[in-house]
């Protein structure tokens, strides 16, 4: 096959990121990489980076690699998903204009794919432009910021810098709000509706937010869209903070600790989604469906249930393509005037 002489500009679907396998060893690199990251932990590295390597990586790669083992599949989970969506993505995008190339790739900011791997690829291909789509749906310099930074990172290893367009989130976004709603109605359609839906989000420190990270604002933003979009009374809904590592304060209320509270007051049944997941990975497949369950459970709950990720449904493909296709179809008729 002839190599393609179009103009050709990529759309980078990201996420970010996991182990390459569900053993210590891989598990121990991913989370060294991870946990390096200034954007996420911002104790001051001498400090930080002893105590990650003697205590915390030691302690953790074992058991964490034992959780991975439980959801793995023929890959991670997270990156299955992400390969298909960027696959549906890839042929919407396709049919843009046969006059240019449009790729679609995965990218995650740790492990592989690599955005440095991949951009060099790609660059190496001719790619003239590339359209970065995090797929976190509310901004965090601890998540969509640290994307930016490989990005950022890799240009500076450029001569010729491409065009990069880099999409922030869409926390708000109409048709994302509409999948997350139409995702809960057909599951309460077949399984019924629980007493209280439980909209988990993962959390950051609270100093982070202190700061200015406008994280924990969009999820609540993103929250109380959804209640409204379903037409929940303020009793029927709650939004919640997971995920939290370490000793210092984080971002309320915390969603296991909502769950044995709500099981003590005397709540039968709830549903859990984790809208700031574009992907079921170990955070939502066995922190939310297994121990976040024991401990409603054990509180005294009876019925606890966690609604899918969008993951590459046809309506999250759907919100992907609008995101994208605008950035897409601009360069090309930029180019088009110039050419």
């Known amino acids: 096959m002839k190599p393609s002489h179009k103009p050709k500009i990529a759309v980078l679907l990201g996420n970010l990121g996991t182990p390459d396998a569900p053993t210590p060893q891989a598990v121990n690199r991913y989370l060294k990489q991870f946990l390096s990251d200034k954007r996420v932990i911002e104790i001051p590295q001498v400090i930080w980076q002893v105590l990650l390597r003697l205590v915390i990586l030691p302690l953790r790669s074992k ?14 989970p997270m990156r299955e998903i992400l390969v298909e969506q960027t696959s549906k993505l890839g042929v919407r995008l396709s049919q843009v204009d046969q006059d240019f190339e449009v790729i679609t790739r995965p990218v995650m900011s740790y492990g592989n794919p690599g955005v440095d791997q991949v951009m060099s690829e790609l660059s190496d291909q001719g790619v003239q432009h590339f359209v970065v789509l995090p797929a976190f749906a509310q901004f965090s310099a601890t998540s969509t910021g640290a994307l930016y930074d490989a990005v950022t990172r890799w240009s500076q290893s450029q001569r010729n810098l491409p065009a990069i367009t880099l999409i922030k989130d869409y926390f708000a976004d109409p048709l994302y709000i509409q999948a997350l709603a139409d995702s809960v109605r057909a599951y309460r359609a077949e ?17 982070y937010e202190k700061k200015g990270d406008p994280y924990p604002n969009r999820c609540r933003c993103t929250g109380a869209q959804l209640a409204h979009a379903l037409g929940l009374a303020p009793d029927q809904w709650i939004t919640t903070f997971q995920s939290r590592f370490g000793r210092q304060e984080w971002v309320k209320p915390y969603t296991d600790a909502t769950l044995e509270s709500l099981a003590k007051s005397g709540v039968k049944s709830v549903q859990v989604i984790s809208p700031a997941f574009s992907a079921d990975c170990l955070e939502t497949l066995e922190e939310l469906e297994v121990e976040n369950r024991e401990v409603f459970t054990d509180a005294g709950g009876e019925s606890y249930a966690y609604i899918p990720a969008l993951n590459a449904s046809e309506a999250h493909i759907d919100l992907f393509e609008k995101l994208a296709r605008p950035h897409v179809e601009a360069w090309q008729k930029s180019l088009r005037h110039w050419v």
């Open 191 to 207: 399984h019924g509706t629980a007493e209280k839906l439980v909209i988990s989000f993962h959390g950051i420190p609270e100093d």
């Open 63 to 76: 058991r964490v690699a034992h959780n991975y083992a439980t959801i793995w599949g023929s890959d991670s």
